[in-house]
Every structure is written in C-alpha cells, then in structure tokens.
C-alpha cells in the first residue's frame, strides 16, 4: 500500500472518530494536501482539520469539499484579521506611506490618494519625509540624544555627546568650532557640493574630510562633522544617519500595519503566525535572477529545479528579470513565458502548493525605467498564468509577507550604480558588501542615488523604504553575489543565473538562513 492509501485510510478512520463521513475523492484530495508533510506532522494537521470542522457546525455528517477548503484555508489564514494569509505578496503600488508626525512624536498613515503623474511639489516633499525619518531616528541616538542624570552623574561624563545643528544654525554665525549636520549630499554647483536639509544649505569643504563606511553618493543622506567658517563647512568626518534595529523603529508605528498587506495590524505580533513559522522547518524560499527565458540553456536548468523540487515544493520560486534580451518584443517575451508554464509539465505538487512570483527589470518591457516598476502585464503572462495558476506578476520591487517575516526583493544593478555615483571609493574592496549593506540599512531606503541615476515615482517612495529594517533584503544585481547581516538585517545579493554556472540562492525562514544552491551540468529527471 503506497502513502496515499495509507493517508487516505488515516483520514477516512480519524474522521469516523470524530463522527464524520467522508467520500472517497474527498480523502483522497485531503490526503494530497497533507502528504508533503512528515507523518506526525499529518496527525497533527490532521487533528486541527477536523476540530475546524466540528467548529463549522456542519448540517451533515457527510464532509464536502467546500467544508474541507474552508478548513484549510481558515487554517493557513491564522493572523489577526480575516485578510492574513501565511504568505502573501505586496506590490509597491499598494504598500501604504506613513508620516511623522512631529508633534505626537510617531508616524501617522496618509490615506492621500496617489498618482503615477504626481505633482511637482511632491518632489521635495518626498525627501523632506525621508529627511524627517532618518532626523527622529539619529535625534534618539545614543550620541544625540540628550544626557540622562544617573545618580547626581550625568552620561555626558562618559561618552561625549553631539548636538546635531540645522542649516540656518550654522548661516546664522560667521564660524561655528564644532558642528555636526544631518542633511542631503547635493551639487548644487558644479565641483561643488553643498549638505542641504529644510532650512536652507551650506556649502562642503571635503579636501580632508574622512569619510566612513559606506557608499556616499549625491543624493543620499550624510552626517557631516567640521568645523564652521566664512560659509564653509570644512568637513572633518562624513558618515550615515545611524542605523536603527527594527524593534525599535517599530514602536513609533504602534501596532498599525505599515509594511502592506489585507491585514490591520502588523503580522510580526501574531504568536500563532511565529508558532508556524519556528514548526515549519521545510519550508524555504527560492530566489533566481537574471533569468533570460530567451536562452535555450536557461530554459533546460530552469525545467530541472522545476522538476527537483516537484517532490518538496518551496513556499515560493522568485524570478527577476530580464526576461528577454530585447526590451522592445512583446510578441517574443509573451511566447518565451508560454514556454516557462510549458517546463511545469508533470510538476502537479509544484503548481498546487508553490507561489511562482515574476519580477520584472528595468529592461523588460512594458514599462519606463522608473521605480517602482509595473509588473509585467497580464496579457503578456495568460499562457503562464492558465497553466500555472499561483504566478504572481509583481512590480520591482515588491514586499514578501512570510508569516512574521519580512522581505524586501529588488531586481536592480544597484552596486554598479554606487559605484558609478560614490565620492569615494571604499578602500578595502575585500568588504564591499558591508559598504553595500550599510548603505541601504543607514538611509533606509532602496536607491539612496541621484534621480538622474535611478529615477522614481514621488508619489510613491514609500514604497523605497526601508524602515523599518526588514528580516531579509533581497537585490538582484549581476556582479558577485554575497549575503550580510547588520543590525538583525539580513542583506542578500543573488547574483546573475545566467552567469554564475546557473547559482541560486535559497532562504529559510524557520532558521533565517540562506543555502548557496546550483543546477549541475547533468541532473537526473
């Protein structure tokens, strides 16, 4: 007797004792859904099931498959609201925005309507909320913050604190011996840059200015530390904002939910969703990029991991673009994504239980070089989407909800760009992913750049936030990949498929750890 017999008696036995009657193909659909699962995992599952169905109060003891469904689906669905679901997908477009507010001291959600075609003012005014965020923040720093007196000794005398100084501040007074400035890196001249916050800017002297770890480009926010003179600020140390731990960004949002998503409140509190998540051992998160679907090779490595993880299917497969090697053929991008649902062929187990995500780059087509970027449209992605139900066509980037965690995936060559765009060049080319990672996790957000660099929609850079800090930041950039953690943030580059010898990056939640994967020359099917 095979598995599935042997679960399906199981099933047809438990429910008798719990005074149910079943058919035949509805065990045999149960039994499907439970056989993945280890066999103490299917007790266990298996008992919750029918406690769900005596809950329902059937009018039968006869069990319909609309009564098995709602079952499962009440299950996986175990956060606080009847929107939650244990894996979801945030588009940019509907992650919501939040602003501080400086009076209650907390942020506060805007429910302003938004606009692709924003207008004007919106460009400062987005950058005036990152400026906001990144001010609260290092205002609560540790050397920011005002002195606390402990025992008649104030903290002062023992650690030296700074005083953070505005713009006008420093305008205001002809030299200025100490001054330290939170503002953004601007050449409002040419050869020249200026740090420039809400109250107006002064003019950088960085003849000597030592700067710290971290890529320092125009268009991100700096701490300029120096000394104040004749409307010059001589800058003797430049560095990022702090960095803040997620549990501590957190408690100035409350329990509103403001990473995105159907439910109210935010999904980190649910003690149901983190039972599920440490119990869940198997369950893991793929991630490939630079998927050219254009390229035969690819295709054939693609139908192996189809294949390989038919038998233990992956809460989702995420693929990042480009697609195709030309931005402009709609007609041979629709045909190429046929042929990626045509490579699902015989992985039934996949297509029921895996979330294929598509993630588009800047040269895929369909949509501007401006983030966030639209997902690919559905007319292009029918044949995939009929055959492979769960494909989720995202935009770039988009949010990950898996249970309690938190994921952030961009498809974008960002270190190129920082590398391009950075004043100075980090000297120790050995540690270039911490520079990488300290950059995104200190501006707390995704394209701290120029916008001729990396051009956004005002509207909705809130979408480009980091902040608070995910679990896990996912980049799909071409050069090498790498993976660091900094302040219990997790940063990932997965690197190009097609150019690592067909590399994949694989995470697991329950461990919060990344496996370096990749498809042999030769597999067995």
């Known amino acids: 007797m095979d598995d599935l017999a042997k679960l399906k008696k199981k099933i047809t036995n438990s429910f008798k004792i719990s005074g149910f009657l079943i058919r035949s193909e509805n065990s045999v659909f149960l039994a499907e859904q439970l056989l993945p699962f280890e066999e103490d995992e299917r007790d266990k599952w298996l008992t919750i099931i029918t406690e769900n169905l005596q809950s329902q109060r059937l009018k039968s003891a006869h069990v319909e498959r609309a009564a098995l469904e709602k079952a499962i689906n009440e299950i996986n669905r175990v956060g606080l609201d009847e929107g939650e679901a244990v894996f979801s997908v945030i588009n940019a477009f509907d992650v919501p925005r939040y602003v501080y507010n400086k009076m209650n001291k907390k942020f506060e959600l805007d429910q302003g309507q938004r606009c692709i075609l924003a207008k004007p003012s919106l460009k400062s005014g987005q950058l005036r909320q990152r400026y906001e965020m990144l001010l609260q923040k290092t205002l609560r720093h540790e050397l920011f913050a005002p002195a606390v007196i402990e025992n008649g000794v104030t903290s002062e005398s023992r650690a030296k604190k700074f005083k953070l100084l505005y713009c006008e501040n420093l305008l205001a007074n002809s030299s200025v011996e100490e001054a330290v400035v939170l503002g953004l890196l601007t050449q409002l001249k040419e050869g020249k840059f200026y740090i420039e916050d809400p109250t107006d800017c002064v003019e950088l002297d960085l003849s000597a200015a030592r700067f710290h770890a971290g ?74 990029s630079d998927v050219r679907l254009d390229v035969p090779v690819v ?166 936030w ?60």
């Open 215 to 288: 890529f320092f480009c125009e268009g991100c926010f700096v701490l300029a530390e120096g000394c104040y003179n004749g409307g010059v600020l001589k800058v003797d140390g430049l560095g990022f904002p702090p960095a803040e731990p997620a549990a501590s960004s957190r408690a100035f949002f409350g329990t509103q939910n403001s990473w995105g998503g159907e439910s109210t409140k935010l999904l980190k509190y649910s003690t149901r969703l983190q039972e599920l998540e440490r119990t869940n051992t198997e369950a893991t998160i793929v991630f490939l």
């Open 299 to 464: 295709m054939e490595k693609l139908r192996m991991l189809f294949v390989g993880y038919d038998s233990c299917p992956p809460v989702a497969i995420v693929l990042m673009g480009p697609f195709a090697a030309s931005e402009r053929q709609h007609h041979a991008l629709k045909q190429h994504l046929n042929a990626l649902g045509a490579l699902a062929n015989g992985c039934e187990q996949l297509k029921k239980q895996t979330e294929l995500i598509l993630i588009p780059s800047c040269e895929d087509p369909a949509a501007p070089n401006i983030f966030p970027r639209s997902p690919i449209p559905n007319t292009l992605a029918a044949g995939l989407l009929k055959v492979w139900p769960r494909t989720r066509l995202a935009t770039n980037p988009c949010r990950l909800q898996y249970c309690t965690q938190q994921i952030v995936v961009c498809r974008l060559d960002l270190m190129a760009k920082f590398c391009r765009n950075t004043l100075h060049f980090p000297p120790d080319t050995s540690k270039i992913e911490q520079h990488f990672a300290r950059t995104l996790i200190c501006q707390g957000h995704l394209t701290p750049i120029h916008p001729i660099a990396m051009p956004v929609h005002w509207d909705y850079d809130a979408a480009l």
């Open 466 to 525: 980091l902040y608070p800090l995910p679990d896990l930041i996912v980049i799909g950039d071409s050069c090498q990949s790498f993976s660091t953690s900094q302040h219990g943030c997790t940063v990932l580059n997965t690197g190009s498929f097609v150019k690592s010898k067909f590399a994949f990056k694989v995470y697991i939640p329950s461990t919060k750890t990344i496996e370096d994967s990749e498809i042999p020359d030769e597999m067995e099917e």
